[in-house]
């Protein structure tokens, strides 16, 4: 009997440790810098890791399942076809350096040495043919230029981003932010140029480094029921 519950101890022992190791997350390696398909990244393959430039092909959509991580090595996601970033409240989308270790664990490997910034390059740019886009409870966090428009329209929902550089900047688009958070940022708000339409609404705006809403060259501003504090 003695023997037979030792058995069952040491399988019972192999198991827990076969189940652990099979839990533990390990980061995916963005190697296509062209998706010109369908793609769905999940978060149980999440982290993703972009260390080159990637560009989402118009007619394509990339679908970013809630939970995901996103992590930027001095890279930029390009989105010419369509980007459904889609979180929930209790599962959200987080876009950050791959420097910020709080979110995925060390992905750069380095035991902690570096750590991430407002200046550290990496973001989401989205240009023409990307209006049928839609990012609604995602985090962007220590990236440089966090999210860029580009000559398309785009509605933001229940956004966050701190600890970035400039948080939004536009040219010749329409862009909408409702329920959001902006703050402690080393530059600007939400930069509008080129004739850009910004509408923001039940959003706060606090602690940046420049101006909370800037807009430039005939860009015009809509403000509701926000929150601003340069």
Known sequence: MKVRCSQLLFLFILFSCFFCAGS????????DTEISADTTW??????????????????????IEPGVI???????????GTLLAEGTAVDKIYFTSIKD??????????????????????????????????????????LRDPLYFDSTTL??????????????????????VTN?????????????????SVTVASTTIEDVGGSALGMYDGSALTLKSSTIKD
């Not at 996103?70 to 010419?80: A, C, M, R």
């Not at 509605?155 to 909408?176: F, K, M, P, R, V």
């Open 24 to 31: 533990v997350r390990a980061e995916t390696l963005v190697a």
């Open 42 to 63: 999940t978060k149980a393959d999440s982290p993703y890791v972009i260390s080159a430039d990637v560009t989402v092909d118009s007619g394509s959509t990339l679908t």
């Open 70 to 80: 996103v992590k930027f090595d001095n890279s930029f996601l390009n989105i010419d």
């Open 101 to 142: 270790d709080s979110l995925g664990g060390d992905t750069n490997g380095d035991g902690g040495a570096s750590n991430p910034s407002e200046s550290d390059e990496g973001g989401v740019a989205l240009y023409a043919g990307s209006g049928s886009s839609h990012l609604a409870h995602a985090s962007f966090h220590y």
């Open 155 to 176: 509605e933001l929902d229940t956004i966050d981003i701190q600890h970035c550089d400039t948080a939004i900047s536009t040219y010749a688009s329409t862009l909408g």
């Open 180 to 196: 959001s958070t902006i703050a402690h940022l080393g530059f600007d708000g939400i930069d509008g140029y080129g004739g850009s």
